[in-house]
């Protein structure tokens, strides 16, 4: 730091909403030196803990005002940033008007994003918590960070305290990773608040503001900003680079869960994680989902946990060698002694019994991750589904789409039972998670056979039937998306499957149905798809 010419002090602006940390460094920059200058609460709190500071309304000689609105946009505030110290003509025009230079700024914005993620946050609320001086004091600082230094987050006390106290000043290198990442908190946070003001509507004369979700069209600008949480070893194979961001908008998402034991997640781990935690979700009954490279492997709801992992696994044993593992309740111990029988590279669920944790913690390479219980407010992106494309990304709302019992043809001469029914209802959940073209063969709530990813639906079929580890006969079948052709009813049909639920809408149904008929099949349309590609 370069003293200013009317004062030997170098002066430290601070004006901070989280004061986390706050008094301990503030009694380290009056040691090393500097002056305080401070607002309202900030201050109010530094005198309350004994440290002498100077309010900016003295130092300004004008009062805050409009309620705090109006309190550090002053030309002595400015100008006391954006003075080069490195220009005669700047320090001639401060010395003509008395102002003094500001060596240190520290500044966190108002908790916008906190409000915004709040359950119940009202619109008036969120206008409020829209901070205008603490970006325009950083941006200054940092745009003048070969004089300045900036301080946007508590996190950068311990950092820049430990400098100050090794050489009472700040390197021109500090400065600068101070003043990028200063830039960078101000675009996170005018994103959040442009996400945030998407999801507000004005209908009459009031505003509504949604906080559960997104209505209308998508925004003419979409603004993404998320915060690096680690490099990963590696992408989807070793010789491609991939790290992890989280979106703080979204403290219910899978990326801030918690890794109780086990090695690093890696890229893969992370998109297996993502597919058995949303197929797991989709039951209210004790479910256990089993993932390999995204696609279900197996999958059963039960009375108990440990009943649903040993009908999930009796699926496909052999592809559950290696997989991730979502479970829907807090895992047991009787369930553990179970999953710890096989090899397993992940698991996810909303909590571990303490007796769990210890039989897993034998398994030193298995990657526990407890995922936070969903939020009653998500944020507008939590709705959707992006995928990046050369020079682009591609946005869709999330398929949340459900069955509505009301809305279901039975298109057949017979109707399924009640039992084939809440099979198929089972099986079309599943479906939704499979890679399309996906056909699920279930026996009550319990996959059998997935056909995953083929070229045609046909194949799709046959695969399942291939991947049963039991007798197909009594099973029934749920396909994603309609049947082009009778060919797929027919190989089902002649492995015993009784009963199938599709979307229909081919040109061809007639002929499916037709089909289904002849061979006493019941087959039930849905009216809509859950291709996933």
Known sequence: ????????????????????????????????????????????????????????????????????????????????????????????????????????????????????????????????????????????????????????????????????????????????????????????????????????????EVWHYTPAGREGEFPESLALRYRKLSSLRYGENPHQRAALYGDPQDPSGLVWGRCLQGKELSYNNWVDLDACWALAGEFEAPAAAIIKHTNPAGCATADTLEEAWRRALACDPVSAFGSVVGINRKLDADTAREISKLFVECIAAPGYDAEALHILSAKKQLRLVEVPAPAPSRPATAAWRLKTVPGGVLAQDDDRASLDPAQLKVVTKRAPTAEEMASLEFGWKVAKHVKSNAIVLTRGTQTVGVGAGQMSRVDSVRLAVMKAQSPVQGTVLASDAFFPFPDGVEEAARNGVTAVMQPGGSVRDAEVIAACDQHGLAMVFTGFRHFRH
């Open 1 to 204: 730091m370069t003293p200013n010419a009317i004062s030997s002090s170098p002066l430290a602006l601070i004006s901070v909403s989280d004061k986390t940390g706050l008094i301990d460094f503030a009694r380290k920059l009056t040691a090393y030196g500097f002056a305080l200058l401070s607002t309202g609460g900030t201050a109010r709190a530094l005198r309350d803990a004994g440290l002498g500071v100077e309010d900016v309304a003295e130092f300004t000689g004008f009062p805050e005002m409009l309620d705090g609105r109006v309190k550090t946009l002053h030309p002595k505030i400015h100008a006391g940033l954006l003075a080069r110290r490195d220009d005669p003509d700047h320090q001639r025009q401060m010395e003509r008007h008395g102002l003094r230079a500001i060596d240190l700024l520290v500044v966190n914005l108002y908790p916008f994003e906190a409000t915004a993620a709040r359950p119940g946050a009202s619109f008036e609320e969120l206008i409020e918590n829209i901070d205008i001086g603490g970006p325009t004091l950083v941006r200054a600082a940092a745009k003048n960070f070969t004089g300045v230094g900036v301080i946007t987050s508590p996190s950068d006390y311990e950092e820049v305290a430990r400098e100050l106290e090794s050489t009472r000043q700040l390197s021109l290198a500090t400065r600068w990773e101070l003043a990028r990442r200063s830039f960078d908190r101000i675009a996170a946070y005018d994103a959040a608040i442009a996400a945030t003001l998407a999801r507000v509507q004005l209908q009459g």
